[in-house]
């Protein structure tokens, strides 16, 4: 499985933004698709996850940071897996990295691929 994300930029405070996950690999619909990210001098964290395509359901979580605010969510057409992200913050400037994991989770540990990153920078 590869993935790509994409979408990053310098926003304002309550500004919104998009990012976008490419997934790639003939099993990439089995694995359940999360979105972290890391401040500087912070531990990568948890953000949100969505259960794999071969789920019964889009079961979706979010940290309590982002949650009524982010939204996770699948193309299954596309391949592709989204963090739309509304009233933004400064304390959601970090990197901000996609993942792929067979468990449905919020622990770093548990996910096997991941992409390589992309830049959220927030000004207040």
């Known amino acids: 499985v590869q993935l790509q994300a994409s979408g990053g930029g310098l926003v304002q405070a309550g500004d919104s933004l998009r990012l976008s996950c490419a997934v790639s690999g003939r099993t990439a619909s089995t694995y359940h698709m999360g979105w972290f990210r890391q401040a500087p001098g912070k531990q990568r964290e948890f953000v949100a996850v969505?259960?794999?395509?071969?789920?019964?359901?889009?079961?979706?979580s979010y940290a309590d940071s982002v949650k009524g605010r982010f939204t996770i969510s699948r193309d299954n057409a596309k391949n592709t897996v989204t963090l739309q992200m509304n009233s933004l913050k400064p304390e959601d400037t970090a990197v901000y990295y996609c993942?792929?994991?067979?468990?449905?989770?919020?622990?770093?540990?548990?996910?096997?691929?991941w992409g390589q990153g992309t830049q959220v920078t927030v000004s207040s």
């Open positions: 969505i259960r794999s395509s071969s789920g019964w359901d889009s079961m979706t």
């Open positions: 993942a792929a994991s067979r468990i449905y989770s919020y622990a770093t540990s548990t996910y096997d691929y």
